[in-house]
Every structure is written in structure tokens, then in C-alpha cells.
């Protein structure tokens, strides 16, 4: 009881700790991200904290898995290094007698991994893409705010307007800079909004002027106007957006044959199974010599890391171009390491050395 109890403890402190460190770091590189999306005209600068949480959300099934895998190796490990597994041994607890505290202590991550893989992940997918959609079909006008320059979706127009007005369907002294087929025009006028027809965006100018460059040969046109009308692109409509892959859901993506749906498949089953083989090998690989100063124990660890969760999203990529099956992918990869975890703690339990020989036998040899 005190072995278990103990253990459990020490391994859910190291796992909250290391949890919060890899959010850490985590956040931050996310939020940079995000906001040169942002920048870029991916989506609202108000749905960045929106944006930011749903992408914590779809990153969170592989920190729970490392950090569940670090625990198990850092714990273990110092036990090894404390003499601590010798005393434990001694009184005869064996490799596979820490598999059941360190499932007990694993089971509700694991169940947490699953939840967020085949649950949260594919709704903040589908939560991400309908923001990025609602963006898209704002107009160029409601985009931009005033007295800042705001790139078009396309990249191809830069807006610069003054003031909204009109429910901000209308913008008040519009600076505008369109390049397109080597043609560079600036545009400036007192007034602009955008009007939609025919599934065609366009944007209606009042009072203005027009210079247009010709990238080529340097020839300059210089016009103005009291109206004008630009088509600026195709209005969005949401029927018309394909939905990704990682916003469907799990049920439908049995249902779907294609082999891109297949390969996400792999990656979500594959990550569940992936935070059950993080124990196993954790197990298997925590294991030291107190006489030693370092362990490369813990160089593997963090090899087999890299490696096992490259090879996770390369099978998704064999399966997506049809070179493997989605369940021989799944039992090569993950049953593989599964089975080679199993062995090496059988074979550190010393169940694949010869048994001594009794007395009686080796009296008799020497006789």
C-alpha cells in the first residue's frame, strides 16, 4: 500500500509540473503565431484569444503525452539514482510490479487524451475554420480599422481608410493600393463601400483619382472620377467552404473512405494508444546505476520521443497516399513499440535468464 500510495503521489507532482512548464512554453510560441496571423489578415485581431485557446486545445493530447512520459522517466529515474528501486526490489517488488501504480496513476491522462483527441480537438478545428470563415465574409471596409493600413484576404489590395460610417459597410477618405498582372494602381477617394452582386464583391468609389503604373515599361495613367466601381473578389458564402478533415468528427471519419480521412483517423487513434506506450516505455527505459553520475537511459527516453511521434505522423502520411492500410499502420507502429516495451521489462525482471542450477544437480556434476 505504501509503495503504490507513494509512488502515485510523487508521479502526479512531476506530471502537474512538467504540464504547466511545456503550457508555458507552448503558449508563447502559439501567440506568436497567432498574432502574425492576425497581422497578415487571417482573421479578426478580436478572435485572437479565441484563436489562441482553440490552438491549446488541438495541441493538448501530445503535451499530456509528454508530459505523462516525463514523469514516468524522471520518477523512475530517481529512484534508480536514490537507491531507492534497490530497497523496493529487495522487498521483492519486480519491473512489472510498478505497472500498476503507474497505470493507476496514468488511466484518467490517458482517458483525458482521448477526450481531447477524439472530442475537443475536431470541435476547436471546426471552431477555428467557422471564425476564419465569418472573417472572410466581412467586407474589405469592416476589416480595416481607421488610421491603420490592413492588407485585402488575397494579399493583392492594401486599404487605408479615415472613419467608418454606415453601420462600418462605409469608409470616409479611402486610400487604396491594388497590384495586379503588373498593373499598380493607388486609388484615393472621399468615399467608399461595398456592394455585393451576383456572388460578386465589389466596391463602389465616389470622388477620387486614380494613378496606375505599368510594372513594365513605367508607364503612368492618371484619372479621376466621380464613381467607380472595382470588383475586389467573390463574396463567401458558407455552404461553398469545404469543411478540413480535422474538424470532422470521429464517427464520421469511419464513415468516410477516402484515404485522407483514414490517415486522420490513424493520428487520433494513434495518439490514444501513443499516451498508453509512453508508460511502457517509460517503464522500460527508467533505469540507472547509482554508482554512475549520468544515466543514458534518459538519452533514449528522449530519442524514442522524437522518433515514436515522427513515425506517428508518418504513418498518417503512408496512409493518406495509400501506401498502408489504416489498422496494419496503427498495430506496426504502435503495437510494435507496445510489444518491444513489454519484452525489455520482461527481459530486465530477468525472465529470459537461465534459472540456477540446484544443489543436488551440481554435486552430481562434480562427482
Do not use: C
Not at 481531447?116 to 478545428?125: D, F, I, K
Not at 462605409?170 to 493607388?186: A, P
Not at 508508460?279 to 533514449?300: D, E, K, P, Q
Not at 495509400?322 to 489498422?327: C, E, H, I, P, T
Amino acid at each position: 500500500m505504501l509503495f503504490d500510495s507513494s509512488l502515485r503521489r510523487e508521479l502526479w507532482r512531476s506530471f502537474i509540473g512538467t504540464l504547466v512548464v511545456l503550457l508555458t512554453v507552448v503558449l508563447t510560441m502559439v501567440l506568436i503565431r497567432v498574432l502574425s496571423q492576425a497581422t497578415r489578415g487571417a482573421f479578426a485581431p478580436a478572435d485572437v484569444g479565441l484563436i489562441l485557446s482553440y490552438t491549446l486545445v488541438g495541441q493538448l493530447p501530445v503535451l499530456l503525452a509528454l508530459a505523462l512520459f516525463v514523469s514516468v522517466v524522471t520518477v523512475l529515474s530517481r529512484l534508480w539514482r536514490d537507491s531507492e528501486m534497490v530497497v523496493w526490489q529487495a522487498s521483492g517488488a519486480r519491473q512489472f510490479s510498478f505497472l500498476k501504480p503507474l497505470l493507476r496513476m496514468a488511466w484518467p491522462v490517458i482517458a483525458l487524451v482521448a477526450l481531447s483527441t477524439l472530442v475537443a480537438r475536431p470541435w476547436a478545428q471546426s471552431q477555428t475554420q467557422l471564425l476564419k470563415v465569418r472573417f472572410e465574409k466581412r467586407s474589405d471596409m469592416a476589416r480595416v480599422a481607421p488610421g491603420q493600413f490592413q492588407s485585402s484576404a488575397d494579399g493583392k489590395r492594401v486599404f487605408f481608410i479615415d472613419s467608418h460610417s454606415d453601420g462600418m459597410e462605409t469608409g470616409k477618405n479611402v486610400f487604396m493600393v491594388l497590384t495586379d498582372k503588373g498593373l499598380e494602381s493607388v486609388v484615393t477617394a472621399r468615399e467608399g463601400r461595398v456592394l455585393i452582386e451576383n456572388g460578386l464583391r465589389y466596391l463602389l468609389l465616389s470622388q477620387g483619382e486614380r494613378t496606375q503604373t505599368n510594372l513594365v515599361n513605367g508607364e503612368v495613367t492618371v484619372s479621376r472620377f466621380a464613381t467607380a466601381r472595382l470588383l475586389v473578389g467573390e463574396a463567401v458564402r458558407p455552404d461553398n467552404v469545404a469543411t478540413e478533415l480535422r474538424s470532422l468528427s470521429t464517427p464520421a471519419l469511419f464513415f468516410t473512405r477516402s484515404k485522407e480521412a483514414k490517415g486522420e483517423l490513424v493520428w487520433r487513434l494513434g495518439l490514444i494508444w501513443a499516451a498508453f506506450n509512453m508508460v511502457l516505455a517509460g517503464l522500460s527505459l527508467a533505469a540507472g546505476n547509482a554508482r554512475r553520475n549520468g544515466s543514458w537511459n534518459l538519452v533514449y527516453a528522449v530519442l524514442l520521443f522524437v522518433v515514436y511521434f515522427n513515425l506517428l505522423s508518418l504513418t498518417q502520411t503512408w496512409v493518406t497516399q495509400g501506401k498502408m492500410k489504416w489498422a496494419p499502420a496503427l498495430l506496426l507502429v504502435h503495437g510494435g513499440l507496445t510489444f518491444g516495451a513489454l519484452l525489455l521489462i520482461s527481459w530486465r525482471d530477468g525472465v529470459f535468464q537461465r534459472a540456477p542450477a540446484s544443489p543436488r544437480k551440481a554435486q552430481g556434476a562434480q562427482a
